[in-house]
């Protein structure tokens, strides 16, 4: 509290505050900062948490990628299969991409349209 000795005489000429309020007014600050720095290290321990089962997931995922791929080199059949479906989902892709487009295009047209009316 020494550090705040001489901003609280300077405070107490100015406006005859009582050196007991300014003081319990401090401690509210010092508390409110201490349950600030407490949430906020609440919510990094929360994203170490996602950081660290993201990275599991990854890993996971990593493995069955590579299961799927020694499965579709070993079975001929399968290869042509996971290229006909990639090569539908491209397709189905483009058409929806294609939707939106034509939907935003549509509604910036009814807007200029609107704008002139």
């Known amino acids: 509290m ?9 405070s107490n000429k100015k406006d005859g505050s009582d050196p007991a309020m300014e003081q319990l007014k401090l401690l509210r600050e010092r508390n409110a900062i201490d349950n600030s720095m407490k949430s906020a290290s609440s919510v990094l321990n929360q994203a170490a948490s996602v ?10 995922l990593r493995e ?3 299961a799927m791929a020694s499965i579709a080199n070993n079975i001929p059949g399968v290869n042509t299969l996971i290229d006909k479906i ?16 034509g939907c935003i295009l549509f509604t910036l047209w009814y807007f200029c349209l609107v704008e002139y009316i």
């Open 64 to 66: 069955i990628t590579g």
């Open 86 to 101: 990639r090569q539908k989902r491209q397709r189905d892709d483009k058409v929806v991409s294609g939707v939106v487009a």
């Open 51 to 60: 950081r660290t089962e993201l990275r599991s997931q990854g890993a996971s």
């Open 2 to 10: 020494e550090l705040f000795r001489g901003s609280n005489n300077n």
